[in-house]
RNA sequence: GCCGACGUGGCGGAAUUGGUAGACGCGCUGGAUUCAAAAUCCAGUUCUGGCAACAGAGUGCGGGUUCGAUUCCCGCCGUCGGUACCA
């Protein structure tokens, strides 16, 4: 019976797809389970070796799950609005939907091969207008919401007008704008129906505001900050330059709290969630006014994390880019505070971030007062204060800040202590919170604890500061200049925003004749032919970002056909959240900051049942590829001239340049010693014409040896590698256990595929455990004995509980394990196999369906199979392998009868030979026995 | 700089609560089978010494706790990922 995964994967997959194996519907009777994979994005170049890791492991585990009863849904689908598309686009003009629908074909494939428990019923694509209708739906809800801070949740912007025609905005619990102007009920019932729509913007959770953006007119296009380097655009190297823009932006601010305490809830990696809160940065402390000495009406705030550190002030720092700094210079301090300015304004964001010791700054020659003494404090700028942080300014504290302390010695500014406990404030700050203040006057004597409220409600009472949280988390920018994304559902009249009719819901993409802007800098949307609301007004041009439709898409795979509701409530009562959600970590803080965002707003409304979307998360490592390279002598001119990797010792004054060759040609790819016979060399003259003509210098063998690289799987390194071509060369369950038994699931590791062989060989064997010495199908039915049972059992245990903790490469030992135990035993008992076949389905799902159709089951293991019950019985020994350990070093291994005593063990040991000759003459100390575990006698 | 993760044979990795370090697989060595090769099967394989029994060393480095440490604690070194000169 010979193992061909081939002929077995094609029967499978028309036998699940006959008989809709993998469909899921609410059931009531059954507990659910949710496994989700994350979103991908449908390239043009296909799923590579490493897409699937994630895949297979979500695959296993949700079959397991399965196994034990639960109902399943596990959904797959596809982000399919995206940059790369629209950039086709404009090269070829074949429309992004065309080239997104065929990419979604070939990914398929590609999943079909690998053999996935996916319900395909279920897919959905955010590009599709069934789809994304409820993306702009949930926009609308946004906007039409604002976040209450007494409910601690967003509210309709209806009960907000009701507050400002009786109230004004006077005691108004929202988060806004903080540049909101105070009014009155009054002012706001004569407001214009426009003006107040404008108003409104402060509040409502996603508002059109001008920000800057990277514009480069040459592209005449938009460009995100990683296509930006050195202040030129990575493609063509055009200017880049800061422009002011409406844009669309989110109020993720509102939900920053809330976004840092739901982490507590959630059990993600711990790596991932530091850097979630990180990101929202928050930050406790006060706001704090200084008045100008010759302006006092005007004041410089500074956001401070230690304000009773404020006596020790002995200078203010600005940003260079502060909106102050023109009127602080003096005309002395012009030159030289101009000349800075253009000094920082030429350095790189690396450069800056290189040069952290050297202190450079400007004096302004103006002064502030410091609230809490009215004394005059220096104004300087420099370029270690951020102007996009905080305020652009800080209070210098030089005793207590490393910073500030370095800039004070170096332009000889006073460094005043402020505690007693500060020690060697010569050599450098002592940010210590210990001891008493001194120098101090209000808080002279006290503690930080006491020091602290007593500051901040003395400032409030002078209105010169407050209390105050600062977050880093910025609001979101949700506009971008692009063609191939949603339309934003809303329209412009006379400058003022509105939403368009929820029964207009979707608001299709419109078609345009290029996918470039317009000759006006418009964005594409602008070329489309009369696109206007009601034939007058003019919609939004800008369309949502990639992160919209992947920041809810997990509810619509519970219920992907429904036109009245992005979410039926049959279906999410049903399935609640995400149980095991799968994914890279480059999604650490943009999508999974976002999703969760959206979520608790969908929470607050009452749509959704959790806070958390996503109960467990886990991290699959990147799988990296080899990039292979062969060396060309620089300086052969004429004749180029390549030689063999081992070779080029012998050339030591020669120049080598690294070209990369594709890894198809090369022969023993992966391997250290990897090279490229006559045939590739063929192969890469065929592909790169330019060297045809070239030599080649092979060594003894007639080898070209390659130089090998870890890096990336990618397109433009010539390293990517098809799953279809492993699929089909060794099968699909071999792949998916290689794949499993690289190693475990988050680590990182590079393809390589010299294992793949062992896991293939245990395939085979496995298979073979069913046939006879002929090779026919053949299982007993006579009863295990013992050492059968116990293999099975062990093997039980050992999955079910790998399983548990996600160690998915030690599962495929086990199975290795058993398989080479039952073979040792020559078993092929039904009562023995049967379990086994099950037990590995998740696993091997083909290999295993095929068994289980031969072992005379009608169904499908999958969904007919029982998992098998652990029974600890079987393992029971009666006798115990003990190691004895001298000092704790083992010497001497025996087996005891394993219900043996305590003083048993011992006295057994001590008679041993082995050991009598290591305690002979020497004093016993201490003897310890762990009952089944060891025994170690203490000697001196 | 800061935050997070990691460091074990020639290689990928295992050791779940502190209890025989190196499971399983690759590779390598020897043998069987074969006219021969591939494939398959069997045995061995951390290092050093020894024919062997065995002895010594050994989980990045230095210390500590413990009868006993890959595992816990302190201090270094290195690699990877993230990042923000964050007041």
Sequence with gaps: MEYKPGEIENKCKAFWEKEGIYKVNIDPNKPKYYVLDMFPYPSGSGLHVGHPLGYIASDIYARYKRLKGFNVLHPMGYDAFGLPAEQYAIQTGVHPAKSTAENIKRYREQLDNIGFSFDWSREVQTCDPAYYKWTQWIFMQLYNHYYDTAADKALPIDELVKHLEKHGNANLNAVADEETPAITAEAWNNMSEGDQQLFLLNYRLTFPEESYVNWCPQLGTVLSNDEVKDGVSERGGYPVERKLMQQWSMRITAYADRLLYGLENVDWPESLKEQQRNWIGRSQGASVKFALEEAPDTKIEVFTTRVDTIYGVTFMVLAPEHELVAQLTKPEQQEEIEKYIKWTASRSEVERMAEVKKVTGAFTGSYCLNPVNGEKVPIYIADYVLAGYGTGAVMAVPSGDQRDWNFAKHFGLPIVPILDAQQNLDEAADATKEGKYINSELINGLAYEEAVPKLISWLEAQGAGRGKIQYRLRNAVFSRQRYWGEPVPAYWKDGVPYLIDESELPLVLPQVDKYLPTETGEPPLGRANDWKYKGQYDYELSTMPGWAGSSWYWYRYMDPGNDQAFVSKEAVDYWQDVDLYIGGSEHAVGHLLYSRFWNHFLYDLGLVPKKEYAKKLINQGMIQGVIEFIYLDKNSTGQKRFVSADLTGQYPDAEWAQIPVHVDFVSDYGKDDSYLDEAGIQQFLEWRQEFKGAAFE???????????????????????????????????????????????????????????????????????????????????????????????????????????????????????????????????????????????????????????????????????????????????????????????????????????????????????????????GKTIRKVIVVPKRMINIVVG
């Design 698 to 920: 092979a060594n003894a063998e007639g080898k070209m040896v390659t130089y090998s690289e870890v890096g990336k799987m990618s397109k433009s390194k010539f390293n990517v590698i098809n799953p279809d071509d492993v699929v089909a060369q060794y099968g699909a369950d071999c792949f998916r256990m290689y794949e499993m038994f690289l190693g475990p699931i988050e680590q990182a590791k590079p393809w390589d595929t010299q294992g793949i062989d062992g896991v293939y060989k245990f395939l085979r064997r496995f298979y073979d455990l069913f046939s006879d010495k002929d090779g026919h199908f053949a299982v007993s039915d006579e009863a295990p004995d013992k050492a059968e049972l116990k293999v099975l059992h062990q093997a039980i245990q050992k999955v079910e509980q790998d399983i548990e903790r996600f160690s998915f490469n030690t599962c495929v030992s086990a199975f290795m394990i058993a398989t080479n135990e039952l073979r040792k035993l020559k078993c092929n008992k039904r009562d023995i196999l049967e379990p086994l076949v099950v037990l590995m389905a998740p696993f091997a799902p083909f290999t295993t369906e095929d068994l289980w159709s031969k072992l005379d089951h009608e169904g499908s293991v999958h969904r007919d199979g029982k998992y098998p019950a652990f029974n600890p019985e079987y393992l029971k020994e009666d006798e115990v392998e003990y190691p004895i350990a001298i000092n704790g070093k083992t010497r001497a291994t025996a087996s005891f009868p394993s219900d043996a005593s305590k003083e048993d063990l011992e006295a057994a040991a001590r008679e041993l030979e082995d050991i009598q000759k290591w305690i002979e």
